[in-house]
Every structure is written in C-alpha cells, then in structure tokens.
C-alpha cells in the first residue's frame, strides 16, 4: 500500500477517515501496518502490501471468493489479447478518457483491467476484489504502477466515502454476486457527481448454450466439485471447445455461413489461445452464483438511480454493457 491511498479511504462501518500505522516498509510500499478507525476502534490490517476490509462475510460470498481466488492464482497470464478485449468491453470508452481521473474497478481479479486503466494515464486506479486475487493483482499492479492501488473490500461496503471517484467500473463481477443491482447501486454511490460509471454483465437474451448445458451443469455439479478435481475437468472441454472453434466455426465462417448457435461470441473466442479459453471454461463452470440479466432489468439499476447519458450495447449477442453519468443534482 502507497501512503498516498490513504486519502481515498474511510472506515467502511462508520464513514470515518483511518489512521495508519506503519509496521514496515519497503520504498513508496507500505508492507505490513495497521488502519484505525477513531472512532468505532475497527483495526484493518496492511499485509503483504495490502489493506484487508474484510470482516464478516456472508457463506454465498464466501464461497464466490473462494472459487475465483482459486481461478485468479492459476490463471495469472496477461496475453496481449487481454487490452484489446477490455478495450472492447468498455466501449465506446477509450483510452484517454482515463486520464488524471480517480478510477475505482470494482472486482479487479488479477488486475488486468487495473493495469491498463492506470497504463492509461488515470490520476489514481484502486481495484478491489474480496478474493485472494488481490495477491496476485498487487504483484502484477500494484507493484508496477505508482498510481494503481490494491484493496481487498467487499463490493456491498466499499472503504470509501460517498463521491470520491471520478469513474467507477465493474467487469464480469456483477453477475456474480447473490444481489447484482445492490452491488452495482455501491459501486456508483462511491462516484462523484457527473462522474460516470460502467458495468458489464452476462445476458439472458440469445444464451441458450448457457440455459440449456452450462448453467444446469454449473448448479447441479461443478460448483460443487473440488477446484483441483474441476481444473481437470475445464482443461478437457476446453480441448473439445478448442477443435470445435478451429475446426468448425472459423471455416464455417469463413465461407459465409454464420448462423450458428452463439455464433458471434464463439467467433469472438476463437482467436484466443488455448490458456485464456481454459480459463473461461473454468471461470463458467467454478461460479456459486451466476445470474443472466435481461436487457430491461439491466436497464432498470440505471435509471432507478436516475443516471444521466444512459448508454447500453448487446456485447458478441450474449452481454450487456452500460454507461451512465451520476446526475449533478439528486432527484428527491
């Protein structure tokens, strides 16, 4: 943790800012320390160069952090492809939209959204994840970059107070949550006014692969499974997945006939090497919760927080992606 950080952050139980003590040090890093809330005498530990806000967290949760703290300490790769697919999912956000902001993402994972966000030029980049993610993002990131951050927090009591980012983005997380709306409705009140905010999210609409195999699959047996026993399990669907693509879609469409089941996310897919489409096999199946929301009720989290340039895409005909300004005056 950067002492710098220490700005940003409150006390998530009572709003309160947070003193530090420092244990060690090591250059700009703080290492191992204390945060101190004066004034409900809550004490939150810096380890390993990270702040921990969590306390009690709920069995669901628990176990969703769980399942992607295993998926984000094997798959810890950051191929090329990786700027190009964030690139894509914020659209039509680009690159220098990020600069001198304060930019909060929300489930960071590995972070690799965190390094292109804070490569981008933003003033300060905090990710949050509530795994053990956060290790590996501290060393890929936070580590590399002295405006990127990491926090290990719960995304429902976000350590920080009311408007201090600029933009606030959640990737892939939301859905994964046991209240995806709640969880999007903290991530903006985190945001100043007439900063923005973005979200992307698994669609119902045009997922029948996912109803009808995936999902039923994922709830009746392997989120149950062991993470070991279950890696070996993705590794040889991705194989099956793998000569699927290769051998079937792109020469399909290659000669004109795309109108195949998922055809536009599976294209999407198939330019990405072995190892990245292992980890989207594994991270579909690990997941506790998964929730697959509907345009009209993705819609809804946006203008039930009266947000402002609403802006809503279909991603590869499976997913949602949205952008709204937090109004600067609040409707009573």
């Given amino acids: 943790m950067k002492e710098r950080l220490l700005q940003y952050l409150v006390c998530p139980a009572c709003q309160q800012e947070l003193r530090l003590t420092v244990e060690k040090k090591e250059g700009l890093e703080i290492t191992e320390g204390l945060l101190t809330c004066p004034q409900c005498a809550t004490v939150y530990p810096i380890a390993g160069g990270i702040p921990s806000f969590v306390q009690e967290v709920s069995e669901d949760k628990q176990k969703t952090a769980a399942a992607f703290g295993y998926e984000w300490t094997h798959f810890t790769e950051m191929p090329e492809t990786y700027e190009a697919q964030f690139l894509d999912w914020i659209s039509p956000i680009q690159p220098d939209f990020f600069k001198g902001k304060v930019v909060l993402d929300a489930g960071c994972g590995i972070g690799r959204h965190t390094y292109y966000a804070a490569q981008y030029g933003a003033k300060d980049v905090i990710g949050v994840d509530l795994s ?176 402002k340039d609403i802006k809503l895409s279909w991603r590869n005909q499976n997913s949602w992606r949205g952008y709204g300004v937090i109004p600067t005056e609040q409707k009573s």
């Fill in 132 to 307: 053990q993610a956060v290790e590996t993002s501290y060393k890929q990131v936070g580590l590399a970059f002295e405006n990127a951050h990491i926090v290990q927090a719960d995304i429902y009591a976000l350590p920080f107070r009311p408007g201090t980012f600029d933009f606030g983005y959640s990737i892939g997380v939301l859905h994964h949550l046991p209240d995806p709306q709640a969880g999007f409705s903290a991530v903006v009140r985190s945001i100043k006014a007439g900063g923005a905010v973005f979200g992307w999210v698994y669609g119902h609409e045009n997922n029948g692969i996912v109803h009808y195999f995936i999902d039923p699959l994922r709830k009746s047996i392997t989120r149950y499974l062991p993470h070991n026993f279950l890696n070996g399990i993705s590794f040889f669907l991705t194989v099956i997945l793998q000569i699927i693509l290769k051998g079937v879609y792109r020469p399909l469409n290659a000669i004109g006939i795309k109108s195949l089941p998922s055809n536009e996310y599976l294209m999407h897919i198939s330019h990405f090497n072995f190892r990245t489409n292992y980890s989207i096999v594994f991270d579909h199946l690990v997941a506790p919760t998964a929730f697959y929301i509907r345009r009209e009720d993705f819609e809804t989290w946006f203008t039930t927080l009266h947000l």
